[in-house]
């Protein structure tokens, strides 16, 4: 079985995330992160949507006048993401998260997200995709740091509702730094807007 027949399998088994003109106004962002550099700018901006009961991962670029160059948004399952991370704070990521050449992950300790949408009449897949960062000579990467990318790519809508990606057709992707450290900021507050969800609408589970 190639490659893109093992992604294709892997995301028959996953619904269709929601249109622009489905959802619903979000939260107030739960986590955003500003960098800054030499040559640019950009952000990463999490917000909970919790009508859908997953995550809003938000990643751009802004120019050195702070004006927004392109932005890339893809939706995570909620307890699937909140799970990734408290994997990588309590030091399981390695054994729960193993290399998997079946869903895209080269490194342990990697997340990869599939959904996808149609958008302006077109089938676009989005993609959210953490792994080790890589070191400026391409051959080595760091542990302590996570790079974080969100892709939409034109894509290909099967019967059963999943969006096949073509990779070679990429319609936006950005990318950003995030450290181990962060990583567990993030997770403390992913759980506590968890619970706090939970706590006050005792029938989350059927969403």
């Given at each position: 079985?190639?490659?893109?027949?093992?992604?294709?399998?892997?995301?028959?088994?996953?619904?269709?995330?929601?249109?622009?003109?489905?959802?619903?106004?979000?939260?107030?962002?739960?986590?955003?992160?500003?960098?800054?550099?030499?040559?640019?700018?950009?952000?990463?901006?999490?917000?909970?949507?919790?009508?859908?009961?997953?995550?809003?991962?938000?990643?751009?670029?802004?120019?050195?006048?702070?004006?927004?160059?392109?932005?890339?948004?893809c939706f995570v399952d909620a307890v699937d993401f909140a799970?990734?991370?408290?994997?990588?704070?309590?030091?399981?990521?390695?054994?729960?998260?193993?290399?998997?050449?079946?869903?895209?992950?080269?490194?342990?300790?990697?997340?990869?997200?599939?959904?996808?949408?149609?958008?302006?009449?077109?089938?676009?897949?989005?993609?959210?995709?953490?792994?080790?960062?890589?070191?400026?000579?391409?051959?080595?990467?760091?542990?302590?740091?996570?790079?974080?990318?969100?892709?939409?790519?034109?894509?290909?809508?099967?019967?059963?509702?999943?969006?096949?990606?073509?990779?070679?057709?990429?319609?936006?992707?950005?990318?950003?730094?995030?450290?181990?450290?962060?990583?567990?900021?993030?997770?403390?507050?992913?759980?506590?807007?968890?619970?706090?969800?939970?706590?006050?609408?005792?029938?989350?589970?059927?969403?």
């Amino acid at each position: 079985m190639s490659f893109d027949d093992s992604v294709e399998e892997f995301l028959n088994t996953l619904t269709e995330q929601p249109s622009q003109a489905e959802k619903k106004e979000y939260d107030s962002p739960l986590y955003k992160k500003w960098f800054r550099s030499k040559t640019q700018s950009g952000f990463l901006s999490i917000r909970p949507w919790f009508v859908g009961m997953k995550f809003n991962i938000d990643i751009g670029k802004t120019n050195l006048e702070g004006k927004l160059e392109s932005s890339t948004s893809c939706f995570v399952d909620a307890v699937d993401f909140a799970a990734y991370l408290k994997s990588i704070v309590t030091g399981n990521g390695v054994l729960n998260y193993p290399a998997n050449q079946r869903t895209g992950t080269t490194f342990p300790e990697s997340f990869v997200s599939y959904g996808g949408a149609i958008i302006n009449n077109q089938s676009v897949s989005r993609i959210l995709k953490i792994q080790y960062w890589q070191n400026a000579d391409s051959q080595t990467h760091d542990e302590t740091s996570f790079v974080w990318k969100s892709g939409h790519f034109k894509a290909r809508k099967t019967e059963s509702g999943a969006f096949i990606p073509d990779m070679k057709s990429p319609i936006s992707v950005d990318s950003i730094k995030v450290s181990r450290q962060e990583m567990v900021s993030i997770s403390y507050l992913l759980d506590l807007c968890l619970y706090s969800h939970v706590t006050n609408n005792a029938d989350w589970y059927d969403v």
